[in-house]
Every structure is written in C-alpha cells, then in structure tokens.
C-alpha cells in the first residue's frame, strides 16, 4: 500500500513540474518551492505498526504478601546461627588420634640401665658443686665490695657518694635492630609454581 502511495505522489509532481517548465520556460529560473522538488529527492520511510508496551498493573495485595515474605525468611536467617570456618592449623589428623598407634621402647639391659643412672648422679652432684662454688664466689665479692665502701666511707664522704651511683660506661649497650637478613627494596620475588589447595567456604 505505502509503495503505491509514493508512485502516485511521483507521478503527480512529475507532471506539476512538466507544467511549470512549459508555463515559464526552459531559461526561466522559477523559486524553489517544496511542490517543484525533485523526484529523486523524495525517500518513503519503514512502517511502524509497533505500539508501546502497557504497564503492567501491579497488586496492592500481592506486593504486600511478598515483602511479609521476604520478612520471615529473613528472621529465619537471622534465627540460624553463622557457620564457622574451621581452623585446619589447629585439628588434629585421623592419624595421630589412632589408639592403636604406639611407640615401642626399647629395652635396656640391666648393666646399661645402672650405668645410666650412676652417671645420672655424677652429673648432678657436678652440678651441685659447680653452683655452690659460683655462689660462694658471688658472696665473697659483695662481701669485698662492703668493706672497701666502709673504708670509703671513712676516708671520704664525698667519693662514698660518687662510689654509689651507677656507671652505665662499664657495661655499653648499643641496639641497631635485626641485620641477619636485612630486605632488598628493588628485589622482585618470583612467584613460583605452586598448587593452590585453599579451601573457599561460602555462607
């Protein structure tokens, strides 16, 4: 029907045109005008039968009985308590809660365990001995620090004073931090090739 319509519109402007050309000659420039257009001008459009889409209309009711709904699931989730994630670092494997699985001591002969705890007891009466001497020596220096700090005392009262602040040039104590293995700052660390096991847990 539209491609009808167009070739009756271009065959009647063909002949207005035809008209006008005789009435006024060929040499004649006549004003433009939208009825003396060219045919070639003239373009014809697609059909549109397309119609907007209607509105769906929406139930009060039902809209309400949704969100009460939606309401209860969410104090249902609310009512469940969060899964925890386990801490893999901190359970014990199958392996080592196995009853069955013991260690065998070995066992000693007589002679070997009496050589063992006689030398048992000869370490620790070493031992004992080693601290009874550094104690005695302990005593005998702060016994000799007293008296010549007596001595002093009598001598002067002044130097006695000066005798009893502390000297922190005996023992210097300088801390410069960790260097065992300082950080490079322009070292690129490779990734490597590894297998990613992380477990991802989803609530």
């Not at 433009?32 to 697609?46: E, G, I, N």
């Not at 006689?118 to 302990?138: D, P």
């Not at 040039?169 to 992380?198: C, N, Q, S, W």
Request: net charge positive; hydrophobic share 35%; proline share 7%.
């Amino acid at each position: 029907m539209s491609v009808a319509l167009s070739r009756y519109f271009c065959r009647l402007l063909s002949q207005r045109t035809a008209q006008s050309s005789f009435v006024l000659g060929e040499n004649h420039h006549a004003v433009q005008s939208p009825w003396f257009a060219p045919v070639m001008t003239l373009k014809t459009s697609a059909p549109l039968r397309a119609e907007p889409k209607k509105k769906k209309k929406v139930d009060p009711k039902r809209e309400l009985l949704m969100r009460d709904r939606l309401k209860k699931r969410l104090k249902k989730l609310e009512k469940v308590p969060p899964e925890l994630i386990p801490i893999e670092d901190f359970m014990t494997t199958a392996k080592c809660l196995d009853e069955t699985r013991e260690r065998s001591v070995p066992r000693l002969s007589f002679d070997e365990s009496e050589g063992r705890a006689l030398l048992l007891k000869e370490w620790s009466r070493y031992k004992q001995k080693q601290h009874m001497a550094e104690v005695q020596s302990v005593e005998l220096a702060v016994e000799a620090q007293r008296e010549a700090l007596e001595e002093l005392k009598m001598e002067s009262e002044e130097l006695y004073k000066a005798a009893l602040k502390p000297d922190l040039l005996v023992f210097p104590f300088t801390h410069e931090g960790p260097t065992y293995t300082p950080p490079k700052t322009k070292y690129d660390a490779p990734d490597g090739k590894y297998i990613d096991i992380t477990k991802v847990y989803t609530q």
